[in-house]
């Protein structure tokens, strides 16, 4: 039996051949969609790429594509899912979004959760550059772009490859494109990533431009290479290192700072008290990987210090927010579960070691002796 309806017509097609004394869940399903409207690559993906991935979210649905007719075969209740899922992507494409691996797994979360529809939560465009599209791409990361919305400080903490100093670069083009400010500051503290790199020749730009350099990357993609170097030397756009925000007040401006975990506390309270009139700040870090050489960092700080205080946001991002290689989240994940067991191992080290003390305490003899008479002072 086979049924087809057009995509968005809003019914979910579904054939079931049951077999006698058989459950819905086990009994099989044919399903074929009709796409009309779409390029089928852009659904696709180069080499089929995002269809091996909708196989790999539903092992037992069994994916054949002939032109523009799609056709799901398989156990009912995974044909039902798995139908729905092709039809939020066909709607994302339709929407103008460039679908990766990533929208795949973040679309099937939302609907198993029962979030919404991923075709609305995840095609919110901040801003178009070459061609491409800048949105959020995971519920946690439309939580930090809403945030950044709403808020006049946010900080975004999270792994590498949760796009935190990617969205909040793209926040502050738009609201540049938008005149909501006059000018992008960004910044970042200098600090070496766990090595020295001892004495750099050049100007003072050029020691401080390797540090930067990310920042500059960023912009690149998202403004016209060539009207980057003009809104610099204009002012408009100002990139440079943390320290030298002190003293400043910075008003009508979009102020971010990256990689804030190798801040320490004295240089968050400088950089957050530089707030100005019509000014919104975004704090970007991951906890996980400091590299300051001694003392705590400014950025676990501020979570316990400002936790409280209204229009202050913070927005924690994990591996399930990761947009780069999918091997980067299992990493993250790989790294968290070890740290965990350091931890615990640490702990249980400590506990271990108290009883142990308070033990060797316990047994020491103690002198059963009368006291005597004091002994004079002598006097010096």
């Known amino acids: 039996m086979r049924t087809c309806w057009p995509v968005g017509s809003g019914k979910v097609p579904l054939a079931t051949n049951d077999t006698s004394g058989s459950s819905p869940e086990s009994a099989t399903a044919r399903t074929e ?41 398989g156990p009912a209740d995974q044909v039902r899912a798995a139908t729905r899922l ?153 990139v440079a290192p943390l320290a030298y925000m002190r003293g400043r007040t910075l008003n009508n401006a979009f102020v971010v700072l990256d990689e804030a975990q190798n801040t320490t506390p004295e240089q968050m309270k400088m950089f957050l008290t530089r707030l100005g009139f019509g000014t919104k700040m975004v704090v970007t870090g991951d906890i996980t990987q400091i590299d300051l050489p001694e003392g705590s960092s400014g950025l676990q700080l501020v979570t316990r210090v400002l936790d409280h205080i209204d229009d202050i946001e913070f927005i924690r991002l994990t591996s399930e927010d990761v947009v780069r290689h999918s091997l980067v989240g299992r990493i993250v994940d790989a790294y968290t579960k070890y740290d965990a067991e350091k931890q615990a191992r640490a702990f249980e080290k400590s506990q271990e070691s108290g009883a142990n003390r308070d033990q060797r305490r316990g047994h020491q003899p103690q002198d059963h002796r009368p006291p005597g008479p004091e002994r004079p002072r002598r006097r010096r």
């Open 86 to 238: 092709v039809e939020e992507l066909i709607q994302l494409v339709r929407n103008g979004a460039d679908l990766g691996p990533a929208d795949v797994t973040t679309s099937k979360r939302i609907l198993e959760r029962g979030q919404g529809s991923p075709a609305e939560v995840l095609s919110q465009a901040i801003i178009t550059a070459r061609g491409k599209s800048i949105r959020p791409k995971t519920l946690g990361q439309k939580a930090y772009v809403d945030a950044m919305d709403h808020n006049t400080i946010v900080f975004g903490i999270g792994p590498a490859g949760t796009g935190k100093t990617y969205l909040a670069m793209a926040k502050a083009v738009q609201a540049l494109q938008r005149k909501e400010v006059e000018r992008i500051i960004l910044s970042r503290p200098a600090i070496e990533a766990g090595e020295r790199l001892g004495f750099l020749p050049g100007t003072l730009t050029d020691k401080i431009d390797p540090y930067l350099r990310p920042l500059y990357d960023a912009l690149n993609e998202m403004m016209d290479p060539e009207l980057v170097p003009k809104l610099l030397a204009a002012g408009t756009v100002e």
């Open 33 to 73: 969609l009709q796409v009309d409207g779409v390029a089928m690559v852009r659904l696709l993906g180069p080499q089929d790429r995002l269809l091996t991935t909708i196989e790999h979210q539903y092992p037992h649905v069994t994916l054949l594509v002939r032109g523009n007719l799609v056709t799901l075969e």
